[in-house]
């Protein structure tokens, strides 16, 4: 009796952690279709599309200089 309680536990455990994994990837894979696929979103985050990075220069770790351009 105590050993049946413990798998069907174990089993509605493993049923529930797979249908929690499924939300997580069918949430995320709702967000990436709504708000990173449009170039809106890209252009306000980050770099308008067409556009070159600025010139970057900083120091390093050592104090070398380092320039991106």
Excluded: C, H
């Amino acid at each position: 009796m105590g050993q049946d309680i413990l798998l069907y536990s174990n089993i509605l455990l493993w049923v529930f952690q797979v249908f929690m994994v499924f939300l997580i990837i069918l949430i995320f894979r709702q967000f990436g279709t709504v708000y990173l696929a449009k170039s809106d979103a890209i252009e306000r985050d980050g770099i308008p599309i067409g556009n070159f990075m600025g010139k970057l220069e900083g120091l390093s770790y050592f104090s070398n200089n380092i320039s991106l351009t």
